[in-house]
């Protein structure tokens, strides 16, 4: 499968942006799909996935309640929308894929064997 990220941009802190992940591939409804982000100088973080199977989300701490993700699986697409957005938030965030992922390795980025090419997001104070 390969993944194209967008929807990333310049934004002040308190507002939203809403992240694409499309996916090419009849077999997208089979995938994991994931957000993570890396931020200058920083590691790679996870952020939020969805299970294809059951639909199940799942976030890190700092996102929840803040960011929702979604997948569209007619259109082959997972969404980020991120409200209430903090300098912190800034990054490039990469969408990831995989099939059947193991529920204790959702968080860890070398699950996944897809790659999206990033998008920057950016959150000014």
């Known amino acids: 499968v390969q993944l194209q990220a967008s929807g990333g941009g310049l934004v002040q802190a308190g507002g939203s942006l809403t992240l694409s992940c499309a996916a090419s591939g009849r077999t997208f409804n089979r995938y994991d799909i994931a957000w993570f982000r890396q931020g200058s100088g920083k590691e790679r973080e996870f952020v939020a996935s969805t299970r294809w199977s059951g639909g199940r989300t799942y976030y890190t701490d700092s996102v929840k309640g803040r960011f929702t993700i979604s997948r569209d699986n007619a259109k082959n697409t997972v969404y980020l929308v991120m409200n209430s957005l903090k300098p912190e938030d800034t990054a490039v965030y990469y969408c990831?894929?995989?099939?059947?992922?193991?529920?204790?390795?959702?968080?860890?980025?070398?699950?996944?064997?897809?790659w999206g090419q990033g998008t920057q997001v950016t959150v000014s104070s």
């Open positions: 990831a894929a995989d099939q059947s992922i193991i529920l204790s390795d959702i968080r860890r980025g070398g699950a996944y064997d897809y």
